[in-house]
């Protein structure tokens, strides 16, 4: 049953106009920070200081992509068949994130390696192979903890136009606070700013996109435990959730 579940679920993710939007707005943000970082920059911009940048904006990108997926499923009515045919509610909400994580991977993959190969014979490559596969990988599980926030939320809400914008407002919310903090780090260092900036998936994309994080281990556990967490208030929500309306 698990496996229907999860074949339909990819079946209509991949068959969504959404994910082409997002894929296409990241590779539009990406020639836009690429176009930038060449143009209005009076000093030489290094690789690796454009390879990850359009990352800024992949967590609103993809907060606006679940919530349409989720939305859709509740509005569609595909939720409640999926309870009817299988009310093992905890295996829908885990083939939903799964599916959700696919999706939100592909939009990844995409702008990043569009990224690379646009940018690799634009600007001193300073970075090497290793560098760019090790923060490639950090980039996925910044990317599990957003999520399993979003996801959750989207449950919660379910309704498309009240969903989009909290998830949106959020994300726009933790982009706003690691930028806040970022100055505050810079200008006098910090422990305690310093893991609350770790502990918001947008401090640690500030982190990705200037490839400078000196403790990627401690980041990656904080996005597991984030993801973790998340899940599994989610089934339980979602366990108790009413469906009927």
Known sequence: MMNRILKAELYKITHEKWLVVACLSMIIFSIGFIAMQKTA?????????????????????????????????????????????????REIYLMGLLSNFIASLIVYVIANLFTLVVSYNLFPVNITIVDYISYFIFGIFIMLAFLGIFYLISIIFSKKSKVIIINMGLAFIMLIVALIMNGMLMADYNAFVKFIFDLNPYGQIAQLTSMQNFDMFRCIAIDVVVFILFSICGIKYFDKKDISN
């Open 41 to 89: 920059m009076t000093y030489t911009v290094g690789l690796d200081r454009v390879v990850f940048l359009p990352m800024v904006m992949y967590g609103i990108v993809i907060s606006v992509l679940i919530s349409v997926f989720v939305s859709e499923e509740f509005d569609d009515g595909f939720i409640k068949n999926k309870i009817i045919a299988n009310n093992n509610r």
